[in-house]
Antibody, heavy 115, light 106 residues
Framework: QVHLQESGPGLVKPSQTLSLTCTVSGTSITAHYWSWIRQPPGKGLEWIGYVDYGGTANYNPSLKSRVTISLAPSKTQFSLNLTSVTAADTAMYYC?????????WGQGATVTVSS | DTQMTQSPSSLSASVGDSVTITCRASQSIGRFLNWYQQKPGKAPKLLIYAASSVQGGIPSRFTGSGSGTDFTLTISGLQPGDSATYHCQQSYSIPYTFGQGTKLEI
């Protein structure tokens, strides 16, 4: 059974970098597409980007200058880095597997941007 | 970006009823349309991919149809556990985009 788990700081200061890791179990990370999606409190879903099984990433242009998604050398994790955060980046962050449909999701990690 | 518009934004129905949720794309997306169910405090769950293919483990009460710009999700024989927010998502062009969600109350 495939399982994804997000981890990382729940509180990030404005202007700093948000870093999250998604740990994958039950499947090979080199066999699928891996996405990050976020959901601000009370709002809809926003696709941040994905990295494919070969390590090639595609990003939402609205975040492209600030975001990096990459496969970790461990081959069981992939990561999200979002630089220069503001309060607008406060959200639940989900990692997910698959493309075109994202068929397995992590439980989500709440990230608050505040000083 | 391809804008996805869902209607209605919310609806209420009774156990046993059937409901249809509509998703319209601002440009043609072929059949690159997915539907998700999200319950409060939980991650979204994939119901339908490629417009009409039912994800494994999802009851056949959930059906999707459409192509191009107009898509529908129909839920028949509503059950109390179907109370949730339903999201459509296009995976035709980057950035992938979601509809604003439809909240279904049973």
């Amino acid at each position: 059974q495939v399982h994804l788990q997000e981890s990382g700081p729940g509180l990030v200061k404005p202007s700093q970098t948000l870093s999250l890791t998604c740990t994958v179990s039950g499947t090979s990370i080199t066999a699928h597409y891996w996405s990050w999606i976020r959901q601000p409190p009370g709002k809809g879903l926003e696709w941040i980007g994905y990295v494919d099984y070969g390590g090639t990433a595609n990003y939402n242009p609205s975040l492209k200058s600030r975001v990096t998604i990459s496969l970790a050398p461990s081959k069981t994790q992939f990561s999200l880095n979002l630089t220069s955060v503001t309060a607008a980046d406060t959200a639940m962050y989900y990692c997910a597997k698959g493309d075109p449909g994202m068929d397995v999701w992590g439980q989500g990690a709440t990230v608050t941007v505040s000083s | 970006d391809t804008q996805m518009t869902q209607s209605p934004s919310s609806l209420s129905a009774s156990v046993g009823d059937s409901v249809t949720i509509t998703c319209r794309a601002s440009q043609s997306i072929g059949r690159f349309l997915n539907w998700y169910q999200q319950k409060p405090g939980k991650a979204p769950k994939l119901l339908i991919y490629a417009a009409s293919s039912v994800q494994g483990g999802i009851p056949s009460r959930f059906t999707g149809s459409g192509s191009g710009t107009d898509f529908t999700l129909t839920i028949s024989g509503l059950q109390p556990g179907d109370s949730a927010t339903y999201h459509c998502q296009q995976s035709y062009s980057i950035p992938y985009t979601f509809g604003q969600g439809t909240k279904l109350e049973i």
